[in-house]
């Protein structure tokens, strides 16, 4: 910064030049002087008898001017306010070496002023002087403008970044409900940042200029919907969040930034991007010097909010560079780390999320069936399910979605509970039917989850679900047996369920990272999931102090886990069984026990598979009475 720059903000009255001046003048430290106050004496009184000046009476001030312009500039520099509307006025002004005089431009609109000034209460003002002042101004060709509709701390943040005094630390693409609030989150720990939001008329509109208004107390956002602008303004080497739908929206972000952006920047995907399109986005930016992290983000709008847990997942360098911010806006963990941390190459960190979203799905069924029973078997209220679900809570099984699931069913409309007149038909973005694929080619048994999908699936044939219901009219009978025994019961399956779809959901982890050479840490993952995300929960804070040092990341094996299970197991068994005989579907909490009980099951039922296989396609078995490395065919009709 040089200390002789002599700083000229120009603009209409009402633009907010003395105020402006002042604030900079206060940042650099150098005087400030009004224009006004070196008016020659025969202009003072022109003005105070009403008569306008004309150019005459403008010439002798503006060459006062420039002999002062000339001295702050030999002395320490200074901030000049001044309307200088035409171009010519400015020519006399710019006596001394363009380097010396930066020319500030506060562009507005006529509306605004107007807006501004009638907002003053009791201030006189005539609107013909404000337009005429409008019809005078020359836009200028040379300097910095300064769109000065925002508030003058923002003003203050546009005219830093254009004189290259501060650049933003951070960047984020796209304004949604989530994004937004990573705004908000990331500002709260101080870091500059600028967002960007595109432009749709009649759709997304000033979205940005919205946003940076709405903080107006905050000095450290700025905001654009020039992609160009937005991507100057970033210190570099940058760090670009972008949070944008996934598919086709995050690859149309990337192909225009990619332009724009300079080698060792690096961009992070914050939304549920498919892994196998994370990694091939990686290959791509690689190809550019751009580094690429694929991230998961849980937690919900709140989440976003007041920390989510983040699960990034990409190059190790990106994860140097861009961590630092990740950490920052992260939920805290028990022992107030972050919970965030570098997941693994490629798509890894969209893996784990998507793996996260899978036990999600088969959490929410198993308490959708278990809502269900209380519901329609047990006769009970909503209102008393959420009483009974809160006792669990306290009961060392707390958690995110146990939390809201209790709360969802205290809610009335008028008289009624709103969960009574919500349709039952689910809707599903992906991640679930992703994990269930997956797991499918790695030859994973992901049955909790994969029941959870499927389950979504056949609420939404509600309209055939009606048909079939009037054509079978199979009877769902109510509870005959001690009710309280049977929520003790419900309480253990519940818990017994959640551990198998946990035990699952890990092991799906633990069977991708070996197959694509992940290196995935399980305990960390685990320690990434106890707080800010949607799947946490007492149980996550036991498996994850479970996973510290173990050396299997199998949960069902874990002497502690043994001893729940066999304390639960009884009540899972009897809770599917009377469920299922009175004629309710408990599509997840069966597939639970069904998964335990052949897990659990030294002789299962594929002898008889791979003997049929055998028969009609010449498959090969191998048996118990030779070794493994053999294989037999048999002729089975002889
Ligand atoms: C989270 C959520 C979040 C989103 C789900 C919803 O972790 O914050 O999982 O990512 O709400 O993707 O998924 P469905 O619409 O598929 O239920």
């Known amino acids: ?50 008569i306008p000046l004309n150019d005459n009476d403008r010439g002798p001030w503006l060459n006062i001017l420039a002999t002062h312009i000339r001295d702050w ?51 006189f003002f005539k609107k013909e002087l404000l337009a005429s002042q409008f019809e005078t101004i020359e836009k200028p060709k040379r300097g910095i403008s300064i769109d000065a509709s925002y508030s003058i701390k923002n003003i203050m943040a546009q005219i830093k970044l254009k004189l290259n005094i501060q650049k933003s630390q951070f960047g984020l693409i796209g304004l949604g409900v989530m994004g937004k609030n990573l705004a908000k989150n990331i500002l709260s720990k101080k870091i500059s940042l600028s967002v960007y939001n595109r432009q749709i008329e009649g759709k997304e509109v000033d979205v940005a200029k919205h946003f940076v208004n709405e903080q107006s107390s905050n000095v450290n956002v700025l905001g654009f919907d020039d992609l160009s602008s937005f991507v100057s303004s970033i ?43 994370t990694s091939e986005r990686e290959k791509k930016l690689l190809k550019h010097g751009i580094y690429f992290l694929g991230t998961g983000i849980s937690g919900g709008e709140e989440g976003a909010l007041k920390g989510p847990s983040i699960m990034p997942g990409g190059g190790k360098k990106a994860y140097d560079r861009a961590g630092k911010f990740l950490e920052a806006i992260a939920a805290k963990d028990k022992k107030n780390n972050p919970c965030c941390a570098y997941i693994g190459p490629e798509g890894s960190g969209h893996y784990v999320k998507m793996v996260h979203n899978g036990i999600e799905y088969g959490e929410m069924q198993l308490l959708a069936e278990t809502y269900h ?36 069913l205290r809610k009335k409309e008028g008289e009624q509970f709103l969960i009574d007149i919500i349709l039952d038909k689910a809707g599903q973005k992906g991640t679930g039917g992703w994990s269930t694929a997956d797991a499918l080619e ?9 029941e959870a999908v499927m389950t979504r699936n056949l609420s939404g044939m509600k309209s055939q679900r009606v048909i079939a219901s009037d054509a079978y009219q199979l009877v769902q009978t109510r509870i005959t047996e001690n009710e309280v025994d049977f929520i003790i019961s419900l309480e253990k399956a519940f818990y017994a369920a959640s551990i198998i779809n946990h035990t699952i959901g890990f092991d799906l982890l633990t069977q991708a990272s ?12 685990a320690r990434v999931w106890t ?6 929960s007492d149980l996550m804070e036991r498996i994850s102090s479970l996973l510290v040092n173990a ?88």
Not at 15 to 41: C, M, N, R, W
């Open 551 to 638: 050396n299997t990341t199998s949960l069902l094996l874990f002497p502690e886990i043994i001893t729940i299970m066999k304390a639960n197991i009884v009540a899972l068994k009897n809770i599917t069984s009377t469920a299922i005989t009175n004629g309710y579907s408990l599509p997840v909490i069966s597939a639970a026990l069904n998964y335990f009980l052949t897990y659990t099951s030294a002789q299962c039922s594929a002898n008889m598979i791979q003997a049929q296989r055998d028969y009609f396609g010449a498959h090969t078995y191998q048996r118990v009475d030779k070794t493994l490395t053999e294989y037999f065919h048999t002729n089975w009709k002889n």
């Open 442 to 450: 790695l030859g994973a048994s992901v049955s909790t989850i994969s």
């Open 373 to 408: 029973l209380l519901r329609f078997y047990c006769n009970k209220t909503p209102e008393q399910i959420s009483e009974i679900f809160e006792s669990w809570r306290s009961n060392d099984k707390d958690g995110f979605l146990l939390e809201i699931t209790a709360d969802i």
């Open 531 to 536: 707080n800010g995300c949607i799947i946490r």
């Open 73 to 123: 500039h030999q002395a320490e520099g200074a901030v000049l306010a001044c309307s200088a509307l035409k171009q010519k006025y400015r020519n006399v002004l710019q006596s001394i070496d363009d380097h010396y005089v930066k020319w500030i431009f506060l562009e507005t609109t006529y509306e605004v002023i107007l807006d501004r000034i009638e907002a003053r209460q009791g201030h």
């Open 1 to 50: 910064m040089n200390s002789k720059t002599v700083y000229i903000v120009f603009g209409v009255s009402g633009s907010g030049k003395t105020t402006v001046g002042k604030a900079l003048a206060k940042t650099l430290d150098i005087p400030f002087y009004d224009a006004d106050d070196f008016h020659t004496e025969a202009n003072v009184k022109k003005m105070s008898d009403g």
């Open 235 to 277: 210190a570099q080497p940058r760090t670009i969040m972008i949070m944008v739908n996934s598919g086709k929206p995050i690859d149309m972000v990337i192909e225009a930034l990619l332009p724009l952006l300079s080698k060792e920047d690096c961009l992070i995907d914050g939304g549920n991007s498919y892994y196998k399109k």
């Open 514 to 525: 070996q197959e694509y050479d992940w290196n995935l840490q399980m305990s960390e993952i």
